[in-house]
């Protein structure tokens, strides 16, 4: 049961105007940010989300989130894919080497 102050609230509400508001699209799917969590077992999540943020992709956010000991990576689909494969690729050169 929800406390009375909630009830009241909700009440309240000017749902007639909700109703009026014009409805907004969503963004297209190709328009939608990426978002990926990492959770991290042997490293701080401070510590990797730094070293990240310096090496990231103009766009590309990333973010320590404590609590999980996670690395949030957020940005424009295309270019963290761009920056997943110069990952990869430079990760297969290095071990060819």
């Known amino acids: ?3 009375r102050a909630v009830l009241i609230a909700l009440s309240c509400w000017p749902l007639a ?3 009026q508001a014009p409805a907004e ?3 297209a799917e190709d328009e ?3 978002v990926e969590v990492i959770k991290l ?3 701080e999540a401070e510590e990797v989300a ?3 943020a310096q090496v990231a ?3 590309v956010t990333v973010v320590a989130y404590p609590a999980t000991n996670s690395v949030i990576i ?3 689909p295309a270019v963290l894919q761009a920056w997943d494969a110069a990952n990869q690729a430079e990760q297969e050169q290095g071990e060819q080497e």
Request: proline share 21%; aromatic share 4%; hydrophobic share 50%.
């Open 1 to 3: 049961m929800l406390p």
């Open 17 to 19: 105007s909700l109703a």
């Open 25 to 27: 699209q969503p963004p």
């Open 32 to 34: 939608r940010p990426a």
């Open 41 to 43: 077992a042997y490293a």
């Open 50 to 52: 730094a070293l990240l």
């Open 57 to 59: 992709p103009a766009g």
């Open 74 to 76: 957020a940005g424009d």
